[in-house]
């Protein structure tokens, strides 16, 4: 009955103390609001995790000291419980109708909202009744929650499908600035120029075997040819040019540059400490 009312009404209500009687049956209940009490509040740290100790988070904040409660007895000669005491007004503000699915009666799952995951050790394979990757082809939560808790190390390979992979996109069908990097405008018009003047050429040798073999064959000696005058950088060589491109500087053969001589730091073995020029002038003075 009070929990009929609870739900109409829109608070949480929960079971206070008890007494029972000589046969052990109860003799007096107390239904009181969720937010009855003032609990003292315990202080930590919510991100320290202690080995072997679990923390929670500091929850006393629901409570604000309600005093809507409902009490029960048991009457012997009608035997039946009565109500002998009620108190109906709150001290906090009660959910509307829009918010009453957060309540914590309503916050109980119903079959038909529940999740089976499935998971065989044998090919690593966890099939979940909602058929989210089925449909999405990506992993739920659910299918995660178990793979949590069977604490596996990585996402089994089958369930990356390429789609979400970083080589979905062929090379050769990237954009030059994706394929080659940066470059001013006057390169990447050159560089669009020569992949229109292939792709045409191409177009008018698809259909003649001789003059696209005679076509592949310069190419290769055109490779050779650059290869010889352009010949491929390492990563770091690669990399040194960019720098210098980029700070519009070459790097010099040979360094003049050396370390000074006569100069002696702490580390030096003289066990004498370097005086600064301030403290130097006030030794002089």
Request: hydrophobic content about 30%; aromatic content about 8%.
């Amino acid at each position: 009955m009070y929990r009929k009312y609870d739900d109409v009404a829109g608070f949480d209500i929960r079971l206070g103390s008890k007494k029972l009687n000589s046969l052990g049956g109860v003799q007096t209940r107390y239904f009181v609001c969720s937010r009855e009490g003032n609990p003292p509040k315990k202080e930590f740290d919510s991100l320290e995790v202690s080995s072997g100790e679990r923390k929670r988070r500091n929850t006393n904040l629901k409570r604000t000291g309600c005093k809507a409660c409902l009490k029960v007895h048991y009457v012997k000669e009608s035997g039946r419980y009565e109500v002998y005491h009620f108190i109906e007004g709150h001290n906090h503000m009660l959910c509307c109708s829009d918010e009453k699915m957060f309540t914590r009666s309503r916050r109980q799952l119903d079959y038909k909202d529940r999740r089976n995951v499935v998971h065989d050790v044998r090919d690593e394979s966890f099939d979940c009744s909602c058929n989210h990757f089925v449909r999405n082809g990506i992993l739920c939560r659910h299918a995660f929650k178990v793979m949590l808790n069977s604490e596996v190390q990585s996402i089994p390979e089958k369930y990356i499908l390429p789609r979400w992979r970083r080589e979905l996109v062929p090379n050769e069908l990237m954009p030059a600035r994706v394929r080659y990097g940066e470059m001013d405008v006057e390169k990447q018009a050159l560089i669009n120029q020569a992949i229109s003047m292939f792709d045409l050429i191409i177009g008018r040798v698809r259909n003649d075997k001789g003059a696209l073999t005679e076509f592949v064959e310069q190419l290769e000696r055109l490779g050779d040819e650059i290869l010889v005058d352009v010949p491929i950088l390492t990563s770091t060589e690669q990399k040194r040019n960019d720098i210098q491109e980029l700070l519009c500087v070459t790097e010099p053969e040979s360094v003049d540059v050396l370390p000074p001589t006569g100069v002696r730091n702490k580390g030096c073995g003289t066990r004498k400490r370097l005086v600064g020029m301030s403290e130097r002038v006030s030794m002089n003075a």
